[in-house]
């Protein structure tokens, strides 16, 4: 039996080169990056993370040190469904949600890493390798830029090789939205995909309205118009809003996808590898959306996302996020031709510069 040995939790704040904001979140100006690195009795080790906008890591952070040590120390190292179940309910009275879920997130990440290194095989390929070739777009965090600035940033994206843009919505006045929405597709040209995110700026009425205010401009999707704990809202908004709807970055279970897609509410169902329950429950979410015949996107992380992405049939895109974490790992996200391509190294294969992490140690 290969089972777990050392638990190592870190805990890292990261300043942004340049402060980003969008509707809900206000100014970013860093990030938080908690890991969690697992060894096992024969010395291999998995590397799991999660991330915050700013504030909260400690909490998720202190889970780790703390609560999952004692739960998972010297439990067979394979058994990630075993894991999972064990850690969910034992933190379920105190989490299902919140920081204990991005704790969860992290361990089940750091597991599925081991289990594919000790198989020698690239994540996408252990979990069931469908394309390691991936549609990816550009998620900027551009509520605050110019017009002007979110050209030029959408020039240097179209530069960097993406073939998909998503920009920021969610200004106090719709009018200053549409023009941003107008001038971007004109910059851009007809059938080049563009995708609007609203950060849960807006009541069900207002989303509705804009949605409406937004159709002649042919978006790939319309993302998290209002506030996640709302199904029937979004439900509204799809069917009366003429747009496709993206949601899910915020919501923290299989559970809770299954409560949209059932209703109908979502088109895109867009989970986050770090904040869902880890591969186990994105893979869970995927493989639900493909019950239904829904295209499933993601959220953040795409160093660890595209490989799951390259494991589903029914993916859509992958979102290269804004918080990139290119300055401190060896092998940045590929990208060619529009298209993200998984990396043949066992595991996820994001390898951190442990040593230029040290002096952001919080």
């Given at each position: ?17 340049l ?7 206000g ?31 400690g ?5 780790l ?10 439990r067979e ?5 075993a ?6 309910w ?15 997130s992290a361990l089940?990440?750091a597991l599925?890493?081991l289990k594919?290194?000790?198989a ?18 550009a998620?900027?965090?551009d ?17 960097k090789?993406f073939r ?8 106090p006045?719709?009018?200053?939205d549409?023009a ?12 080049f ?6 950060n849960?700026?807006w ?5 509705i ?5 937004f ?14 704990d709302?199904?029937a ?5 799809l ?17 809770e ?7 109908d ?15 186990s ?9 493909e019950?239904?015949?829904?295209p499933?996107?993601s ?10 992405l ?6 859509s ?5 804004g918080?990139?974490?290119?300055r ?7 990208l ?14 994001v390898?951190?510069?442990?040593k ?7």
């Amino acid at each position: 039996m290969i089972l777990i040995k050392n638990v190592e939790t870190g805990f890292y704040r990261i300043p942004l080169p340049l402060m980003l904001s969008d509707s809900t979140h206000g100014e970013i100006k860093a990030f938080e990056l908690i890991t969690i690195r697992l060894r096992d009795s024969e010395g291999a080790e998995g590397v799991g993370y999660t991330y915050t906008v700013g504030r909260n890591g400690g909490s998720v952070a202190d889970i780790l040190r703390r609560e999952i040590p004692e739960l998972i120390e010297s439990r067979e190292a394979d058994d990630t469904e075993a894991i999972w179940q064990r850690v969910w309910w034992a933190l379920h009275y105190g989490g299902r949600g919140g920081p204990s879920v991005l704790a969860l997130s992290a361990l089940d990440i750091a597991l599925w890493d081991l289990k594919a290194r000790r198989a020698n095989l690239p994540l996408w390929r252990l979990l069931g390798g469908f394309d390691r070739r991936v549609p990816c777009y550009a998620g900027g965090i551009d509520l605050d830029l110019s017009i002007e600035d979110l050209l030029k940033q959408t020039d240097d994206n179209l530069v960097k090789g993406f073939r998909a843009i998503k920009m920021k919505v969610g200004r106090p006045d719709l009018a200053s939205d549409v023009a941003r929405v107008r001038a971007m597709r004109n910059h851009l040209g007809e059938g080049f995909p563009l995708m609007a995110d609203a950060n849960m700026k807006w009541t069900v009425e207002e989303a509705i309205r804009a949605a409406k205010a937004f159709q002649p401009f042919d978006l790939t999707w319309l993302e998290e118009p209002t506030i996640p704990d709302d199904v029937a809202g979004h439900r509204r908004i799809l069917a009366q809003g003429g747009l496709p709807i993206a949601v899910g970055e915020n919501l923290r279970s299989l559970w809770e996808f299954k409560n949209y897609i059932v209703s109908d509410a979502v088109s895109y169902p867009e989970p986050d590898v770090t904040n869902c329950g880890g591969v186990s429950s994105f893979m869970k979410i995927a493989r639900l959306a493909e019950a239904f015949n829904l295209p499933v996107t993601s959220h953040g992380a795409h160093d660890v996302t595209v490989h799951l992405l390259a494991a589903c049939q029914n993916r859509s895109y992958l979102e290269a996020h804004g918080f990139g974490l290119d300055r401190y790992i060896e092998h940045p996200l590929i990208l060619e031709q529009g298209m993200a391509i998984a990396p043949m190294r066992p595991g996820h294969g994001v390898s951190f510069d442990w040593k230029a992490l040290v002096p952001l140690s919080v």
